[in-house]
Each structure stands twice: as C-alpha cells, then as structure tokens.
C-alpha cells in the first residue's frame, strides 16, 4: 500500500480514495434501514507494515474531511492537522499508516445527502437515512477491514472525532491497541443540542432549503447555512480568546454606524467570514445529517443508565484529553468517562490542559497536547515494536 501524499512521498491522489461497501453484506443502520454498495472517501499517509500493526485510524471533527495532512485539493488549503502529520512528527509518516476517512452522512465524497442515490441515479438529498455515530463507526470499521486491518494501532479524534473513538472503545475494543480521545464528550449536552437546532432551523427556514431538494432547483440555502455556522463556531472557541483577539475592536472604522447592514465590530465580521467560507465548502443538508447524528450520541443511554457499562469489555489503551476553556465538552464530561473507565479496570489516563482557546484547542499549536500525545503514541509503539518493524 503506497504512500499518497506529496508532501510526504510519491503516489499522491489528490481526490483521495473511494471504497465502495457494503456489497455482500449491507451496513444496517440504528434506524433498522440498510446501506449497501455505499461510498467512503478516504486519504492515507505513510505505509502499512508488513504485519500491519501500524494503522492509526484519525477521526474528523463534525464539518471535517479525510485530508489531515498535504493540501486539500477542493479547499486548497493546508490539511486541518497538517501540524501533527509527517516525516517526524507525531504522526509520523515513516513509521505509521495513518487512515482518515470521510464520515457517512457527509459531503466530501461518502455517502451521504449530497452523494448519488445508486436506485434513482439523482442525489439522495432528504431520502437519505439518518444516521448516527454508531452508523459512522460501523463504516469505518467496514472501511479498515477491507483494508485487511485486524486490529488498530491508534484511534485519534477530538470533538465528534472524539466521539467516534469512544464508539471504537465501546463497540470494537478488541480492534484499539489505543485510543486518544479528546474535547470530547460521551454525550451531547441540552445546550449543545438546542445549538444544533438552532443551526437546523436556520438551514430549513431558509427559502432556497426548498425541503431539501436545492439542488433541483439550481438552488443553495446560503443565509441559513451561514448562520448554522456562524452560531456553532461561537461555541468552539471562548469568551478570553473571543476578548484576547477581538475585543470591543471596531472594523475598519472610527466609530459605529447606527445601522444593521454594515458591521461595526470586528467580531461580527469574523462570523460572517466564517459563515460565507463554509457555504462554499459544505453541503446544508449534510449538515443537518451530522448534527442529528452527534445529537443521538449518549453512550450512557446506550447502556442503560450506567456509562461504565458501556466499556465493560474494554482492552483498550486510552488517553482522555479536555481543555480548561472548553465550554462545549467541559472537562467534567471527560472525568465523568474517567470514572466510568476506572470502575471496570481499564487502562486510562487522563489530562487537562490549560488554554484560554476554547473547544477548537485541539486543532491548535498547544504544546501540552503534543507533548502529550507524542508521548502516549511513541510508548505503545515502543512497547509493541512498531518502529523497529518499520525499519
């Protein structure tokens, strides 16, 4: 298996790679429905060793992609953790095989919404079924089997990444040598949910929503979506980092403008930004998909009440990370699966992080963090010889 990245050797692919699953056995789905000869995009980096004990499974974040590391070809921009992967990094791209895939329900070619309905030839739009964490997972877990992967080195993901390697720990443990999970939560809280919907009311109140079938009508919600993310991105930092680079600072102008068309702080014209970026890379009804999905997640539900039961049959070595600042996974969401963890003996450990950068830390330069994951990655390769087999 080759090396597809530029930055990191020969071989790349800039449109990454499509698995076609679920051809002799259907993925079912939570919501009793079946997927099958079903798209998965994914990116790798680095080879596979010839045992192939080196994977590491890197799981994105709610509007992420599969293109941790390089360029990406359709944002053309740098890969959104392009500062822990490649040739002597955390990730290191000599030593380990790292897989990111495009999680089901999204736009960056899985399927999803936005993808082709195999049975009608159109999109799926809203006949899509809604899918869950738990669907994700399982298409993963699809995807690195067909890989010829029986058991991963490392899962790594934070936020809904986070959620995904908890998944792993919980359903699949028997395939996680390790995990690090990180501003992360083991359920989405009422007030990350009621921000979901705020996000889902303004995507289908949007008069080109068209009841999800835009892309009939030559259409696109942008306001909508705009406004889905201008409001989730509030949450993904905090208000001393929100203070510390904006502040009550004016844009471009001396004084306000006693009016509601032009912006006056510069905090407004950052969620604008942000909003118009993300309309041009992202799919509403992807959106709405997704958001759904994590509002589902409750790994406590799950087990009946008892979140230890959730891993009880845990084999997996793992790392919980929060961040001080995290206001949407607070660090006692993370001490709350410690706990669980302790109670059935399994091996974690755990860290949190001082930063004033809110949630989003974990796509950030902190220092702690990667002196923290270099070290949880580089013992177990150590421990399981990885890096002489990749000699």
């Not at 897989?99 to 809203?126: D, F, H, R, Y």
């Not at 450990?349 to 974990?362: L, M, N, P, Q």
Request: charged letters at 20%; a neutral charge; glycine letters at 10%.
């Amino acid at each position: 298996m080759g090396n597809h990245n530029t930055i990191f050797g020969e071989n790349y692919n800039p449109l990454g790679h499509i698995a076609i699953l679920g051809d002799k056995k259907p993925l079912r789905l939570e919501s009793g429905k079946k997927l099958s000869s079903f798209p998965i995009a994914y990116q790798t980096y680095g080879q596979l060793n010839p045992d192939k004990s080196n994977a590491i499974l890197v799981c994105h974040a709610l509007t992420g992609d599969q293109f941790v590391g390089g360029e990406n070809p359709h944002t053309k921009r740098e890969g959104w953790w392009n500062n822990i992967i490649g040739k002597g990094n955390i990730l290191d791209t000599d030593k380990y095989f790292v897989i990111c895939s495009n999680v089901l329900g999204s736009c960056m070619g899985s399927a999803g919404p936005a993808s082709e309905n195999p049975e009608t030839g159109k999109k799926w739009q809203l006949d899509f079924p809604v899918i869950t964490v738990g669907d994700m997972v399982k298409a993963q877990k699809m995807l690195v089997e067909s890989l010829g992967i029986e058991k991963l080195f490392c899962i790594i993901g934070g936020s809904a990444g986070g959620m995904q390697a908890l998944e792993w720990v919980s359903k699949y443990s028997d395939m996680v040598y390790s995990a690090i999970p990180m501003a992360t939560s083991y359920r989405m809280s009422p007030q990350n949910i009621g921000f979901d919907e705020v996000g889902r009311q303004a995507i289908m109140n949007d008069p080109n929503w068209h009841n999800g079938k835009y892309s009939e009508k030559g259409a696109v919600p942008q306001s909508g979506l705009a406004v889905a993310r201008m409001a989730a991105h509030i949450t993904y930092l905090s208000e001393k980092a929100l203070f510390r680079k904006f502040g009550r600072k004016l844009q471009n102008k001396q004084k306000i403008g006693f009016d509601f068309t032009n912006v006056d702080f510069q905090i407004e014209s950052y969620l604008r930004h942000q909003g118009a970026s993300f309309v041009d890379r992202f799919d509403a009804n992807s959106y709405l998909y997704l958001t759904k999905a994590l509002d589902y997640f409750d790994l406590e539900a799950e087990a009946g009440g008892r979140l230890a039961d959730a891993f009880s049959n845990c084999l997996t070595k793992i790392c919980l990370v929060s961040f001080s600042s995290d206001w949407m996974f607070p660090t006692e969401d993370t001490k709350t699966i410690v706990k669980a963890l302790n109670a059935v003996a399994a091996n974690v450990s755990f860290v949190e992080i001082e930063t004033d950068k809110g949630h989003d830390a974990f796509l950030l330069d902190e220092p702690v963090l990667h002196k923290t994951m270099k070290g949880f990655i580089e013992g177990n390769a150590k421990e399981l010889g990885i890096w002489a087999k990749a000699q």
